[in-house]
């Protein structure tokens, strides 16, 4: 299998533009998740879908952000607008069980100027 | 509430064992994780301990947990400049959620 795959995986954009974030899972596995990862506040769960459903999205910091899964291989990320805060490195992660063993993505790497 | 905590930096030489500590406050977890993160990398799975063991070994990673204390360490022995990431400690306590720590960032000089 060729992993949980992402893209892109670096993305520059101004602020108040809008920026959408892909994931792929690996096959198979029911649950997704999405983390938001900085400097400052380390790992952080933005949201996570279980069989394309939305479990809890009490992470996700703000109406800017929103998440879909319109089917079991494909995932997105939205921020609209976008602003500088927002730059970090987001990653998509898998898993077949839910609990801790989870599979990343290698990651998209977001700056906002 | 759930945290989890990390020393943030630890230096070794080339060959010396390295322990990464962590502290979990959340005595309902059922498991423990090891991950480590490359450069450039996401998060790789490293090696995990369920919660009603002491120890566990694998090949050069130790993991010994203390439940009592709700401490959790990682051991690489005989550490090479490979070894150098991040490694994060996390606990799952159902929910579906694992929490993270910050991760602690591993130097090893040749």
């Known amino acids: 299998d060729a992993g949980v795959i992402q893209s892109p995986r670096h993305e520059v954009t101004e602020m108040g533009q809008e920026v959408t974030l892909r994931c792929k899972p690996i096959s198979g596995h029911d649950y997704l998740f999405w983390y938001r990862q900085t400097m400052m506040r380390g790992l952080e769960l933005l949201i996570y879908f279980n069989n394309n459903v939305p479990i809890d999205d009490s992470g996700m910091p703000e109406d800017r952000f929103s998440a879909k899964m319109p089917n079991a291989s494909f995932s997105t990320l939205k921020i609209q607008p976008s602003e500088p805060r927002d730059s970090a490195v987001y990653f998509c992660?898998?898993?077949?069980?839910?609990?801790?063993?989870?599979?990343f993505g290698e990651g998209s790497r977001l700056t906002v100027l | 509430g759930e945290d989890v905590e990390q020393s943030l930096f630890l230096s070794v030489r080339e060959g010396d064992s390295s322990v990464i500590n962590c502290t979990y406050t959340d005595s309902s977890s059922t498991y423990l994780y090891w991950y480590k993160q490359e450069p450039g990398a996401g998060l790789q799975l490293l090696t995990y301990i369920f919660s009603n063991m002491d120890m566990k070994q694998d090949q050069r990673l130790t993991v010994l947990l203390n439940k009592k204390d709700k401490h959790l360490s990682l051991r690489i022995a005989d550490t090479q400049t490979g070894d150098s990431a991040i490694y994060f400690c996390?606990?799952?306590?159902?929910?579906?959620?694992?929490?993270f720590g910050a991760g602690t960032r591993l130097f090893v000089k040749a």
């Open positions: 992660a898998s898993s077949q069980q839910g609990a801790g063993e989870l599979f």
């Open positions: 996390a606990e799952y306590t159902g929910g579906f959620k694992t929490i």
